[in-house]
């Protein structure tokens, strides 16, 4: 063997050892790995907290003496600190984090209300904007009211444990029936008023953020009706939506209810899965907004003798589209909280969560822009906002299951689907929607729905399992098809039970009370016969072939 | 016209939930519950639309 060989085998020997021992390393490290011990209070009583002396000159960088052992409560002096109080304090920290997430989105929600408003009121002509504003403003206490007094007992009644935010155990009650040797959660029995039991903090936060879900449901109606609905039986209409039909649904979906328990009592995937609310919130909301826009009608106007329809310009899509951003901004709070907590059992997808929020609005303003764009030559500003709307609507649902490829598809369509449903229904149907909100709410939360069952992807893993089926929540395209026939179910009953419930109630409200203004009202404009002001007094309202003041101009501007 | 429509629009959430009963397998099921919902569709947007359309202001 000469010199060059014994280098080349000297080198041959070091590669090989370094590549034994980079193979070995995982195992090495799971072996060195120090195994799980448990504590004692023997092991945190000699723990101590900086000196007084220290605490005095300040922390600056918050590094050593702000948030140590001092601020962990000790349930006995005498004993000093021990695991329990240790323990105690960790599962404090979980919830305490959890509450915290849940009230600022809740309260990111409840601000939606501003969007809301601005949105509709934009898109409706200047002579009744003081009408509409009052309808989206009035909607956040007549719909708290009814939702205080039943509808949140009846949704979450019987809803308990909600392990994140601390089991909220009083709400322990649903009323179930048994049909054909299954059962049927029905409505919840517990939290009337919030008395009783249900005086629970956890129970508070809870109706805070279902609270302000109600309160989007009920300002869907309003958009659709529009210019011609007489406050008075709006008002009824949106006590009864928040007591008793969104609740109904709410508790069906969310609350334990029978579509919940589709997985367990018929082995159909998870069950019906609405993460935030595409079915529960939107299109309750889209297809009560559907069943009273028939029996209000179409605005005078709004289609020819002949049945062709007229576009009837809102009067400033400036809060348009700020309201609409105002809209994606809120609805950081409505997808990603919906996880009601942000500390443990998988909260940490709140980050997939928000995105695929995000993404969705995108895909589905830019699919409606280009859609308008392709189809009418100009790209239209209010498509555009209805586009980022309904995609923020159909990826609701799926938000909490899909990843973000599916989230842009999903965005996508939805952006040309509004487009498609607002032709409908002005040219098929001729049901006059002034805001668009039945193709915006109603057919893209049917979408979304729908998109649960198709695009969930089984990579979600919130505390284990979902609707009480272990596992993850997986659509047809990554192989359950029993999810998709869950989802398929709660769509029928949106379309069969809740439009019926919506429209029946509606009708019985137009033989008791009315539900249209008269014509000379609303040729006039609603602000001032329904409301006693004008929205813009200092204005002067543009008259137009139909006699309606439309386009507000500046006093002394050349008409 | 308008309590027929809406007999259809729940006939069609009836036939949704039988499929539940009647079948066990998903295809079936999912046949149900689709002709459910299109059956629900023509009894909203159809017939009792059309029920509404019979007396629409601009008609008048």
């Given amino acids: ?559 | 016209m308008k309590i027929a429509g809406l007999a259809v629009v729940m006939a069609g959430w009836l036939l949704a939930m039988a499929g539940l009963f009647i079948t066990g397998s998903n295809a079936g099921r999912a046949i149900f519950a689709t002709a459910g919902i299109v059956i629900s569709l023509i009894g909203s947007l159809g017939i009792l639309n059309s029920a509404h359309l019979a007396t629409v202001i601009w008609k008048q």
């Avoid at chain 1, 028939?294 to 002949?306: A, C, E, H, S, Y």
């Avoid at chain 1, 449903?421 to 893209?444: Q, T």
């Fill in chain 1, 1 to 559: 063997m000469n010199a060059n060989q014994f280098r080349s085998r000297i080198l041959l020997a070091i590669f090989g050892i370094v590549g034994a021992l980079s193979l070995a390393a995982p195992l090495m490290a799971a072996d060195a790995a120090p195994a799980a011990v448990a504590l004692t209070n023997k092991d945190v009583s000699g723990v101590t907290g900086p000196k007084t002396d220290d605490l005095v000159k300040g922390d600056p960088s918050g590094v050593s003496l702000t948030g140590t052992v001092n601020d962990v409560p000790v349930s006995d002096a005498k004993i000093g600190l021990t695991m329990a109080d240790v323990v105690n304090q960790v599962g404090q920290n979980k919830v305490a984090i959890n509450f915290t997430w849940t009230l600022i989105c809740g309260f990111l929600v409840m601000f939606m209300q501003a969007g809301f408003a601005m949105v509709e009121t934009g898109l409706i002509r200047a002579k009744n904007a003081n009408h509409t504003m009052m309808m989206n403003f009035m909607v956040y206490g007549l719909g708290l009211f009814a939702y205080w007094v039943c509808g949140f007992a009846i949704q979450m009644g019987g809803c308990a444990p909600v392990a994140n935010l601390g089991g909220v155990n009083p709400l322990n009650a649903e009323k179930v029936i048994t049909f054909l040797g299954k059962p049927f959660g029905l409505f919840g029995m517990k939290g009337f008023y919030l008395a009783g039991t249900s005086y629970d903090v956890g129970v508070m936060v809870l109706f805070l953020f279902q609270m302000v879900f109600m309160d989007t449901t009920t300002t869907i109606v309003t958009g659709a009706c529009a210019e011609r609905w007489k406050y008075s039986a709006f008002c009824v209409s949106t006590i009864f939506l928040g007591a008793i039909v969104y609740p109904l649904f709410g508790n069906w979906a969310w609350g334990c209810g029978w579509l919940s328990q589709l997985g367990v009592n018929f082995g159909l995937g998870h069950g019906y899965c609405d993460f935030a609310g595409s079915g529960v919130v939107h299109s309750v909301g889209g297809l009560t907004a559907l069943a009273c826009s028939l029996i209000v009608g179409p605005r005078i106007g709004k289609f020819n003798r002949d049945g062709s329809p007229n576009t009837i310009p809102g009067h400033d899509l400036v809060i348009v589209l700020a309201g609409c951003f105002i809209l994606a901004f809120g609805w950081f709070g409505f997808n990603p909280g919906s996880t009601l907590g942000a500390s443990g059992n998988g909260c940490l997808r709140i980050g997939s969560v928000a995105v695929n929020t995000m993404l969705a609005g995108c895909t589905g303003s830019f699919a409606a822009l280009l859609y308008m764009w392709m189809r009418y030559g100009k790209p239209d500003a209010s498509m555009s906002a209805n586009g980022m709307l309904a995609g923020l609507v159909a990826i609701t649902s799926p938000s909490g299951f899909v990843n973000p490829l599916a989230s842009c598809v999903i965005g996508w369509i939805a952006g040309v689907l509004v487009c498609l449903s607002v032709e409908f229904f002005d040219r098929v149907a001729k049901v006059d929607d002034p805001v668009g909100a039945i193709s915006v709410h109603g057919v893209n939360g049917l979408f979304g729905v729908l998109a649960v069952g198709l695009f969930a992807d089984g990579k979600s893993n919130y505390g284990g399992s979902w609707n009480g089926v272990a596992g993850s929540v997986t659509g047809l395209f990554y192989g359950d098809a029993g999810q998709l026939v869950a989802q398929l179910i709660g769509m029928s009953t949106l379309l069969g039970v809740i439009f019926t419930l919506s429209y029946v109630f509606n009708w019985l409200t137009d033989m008791i009370v009315g539900q249209r203004v008269n014509a000379k009202a609303e040729l006039a404009g609603l602000d001032i016969p329904e409301m006693g002001a004008l929205c813009y007094p200092d204005y002067v309202l543009k008259i137009t072939e139909y006699g309606n003041q439309d386009v507000p101009t500046p006093v002394g501007a050349k008409h």
